[in-house]
């Protein structure tokens, strides 16, 4: 298999050409969500996100405590809701 060897075009002109060849055939699409945006009004407020990632921790099931001797305002509002197992309730 012959190798390419042009002098001319070397692995970084090679890749800043084709990189803005592909910037050249993105653009009327970035041009047109542009316009998109302006008519229906902007981009979306942002919104309050927690999120984490623990990898390895307990699960929700390990870590879950109804505390049902807290205040009213802090424990469940239904109450103790009893299950086949005698001495596990939910809050």
Partial sequence: ???FTDS????????RV?????GGLSLPDFLRAEEALKT????AKDKTVIFLFMHGGP???ETFD????????I???TGEIKTKIPGITFG
Avoid at 18 to 22: K, P, Q
Avoid at 40 to 43: D, E, L
Avoid at 66 to 73: H, I
């Fill in 40 to 43: 229906v009004g902007g981009i």
């Fill in 75 to 77: 424990h469940s509002a």
């Fill in 18 to 22: 084709g990189s803005l060849g592909l």
């Fill in 8 to 15: 001319y075009l070397g692995r970084r002109d090679f890749l």
């Fill in 1 to 3: 298999m012959p190798k």
């Fill in 59 to 61: 699960s929700q099931f």
């Fill in 66 to 73: 109804p505390k049902m001797d807290a205040p009213s305002s």
